[in-house]
Nanobody
């Protein structure tokens, strides 16, 4: 079964850290660029970060720059998002997405994500308390 599954979410105090993981199965992981998006209650889903197939290219939304780090381990078919200095406004469901092209994911940062493109997971909840 082709799927990506997120994990690692939870409840953390403001200023704390979390590391999200996204494990892929049923696909050749290093053929795919990967990304993280999030959706807060009552808000549109928005891009957080993206990474190319080899990990050499990365892209961050302004909200993530300097606090979040995206990485991947192709040997483990796993994508990560290290989130530091968390703020209450980071509270959201976090989704990972796999796509053949890095541009497909980064284009969604500007145009808005759509499940019509890429393989999406079910999400992991991150809650940051003040």
């Amino acid at each position: 079964q082709v799927q990506v599954v997120e994990s690692g979410g939870g409840l953390v105090q403001a200023g704390g850290s979390l590391r999200l993981s996204c494990t892929a199965s049923g696909l050749t992981f290093d053929d795919y660029a990967m990304g993280w998006f999030r959706q807060a209650p009552g808000k549109e889903r928005e891009g957080v970060s993206a990474i190319g197939q080899s990990g050499g290219r990365t892209y961050y939304a302004d909200s993530a720059k300097g606090r979040f780090t995206i990485s991947r381990d192709n040997a483990k078919n796993t994508l990560y998002l290290q989130m530091n200095s968390l703020k209450p406004e980071d509270t959201a469901m976090y989704y990972c997405v796999a796509a053949r092209n890095f541009g497909t994911i980064t284009n969604m940062f500007a145009s808005g994500p759509t499940t019509a493109f890429g393989l999406w997971g079910q999400g992991t909840q991150v809650t940051v308390s003040s």
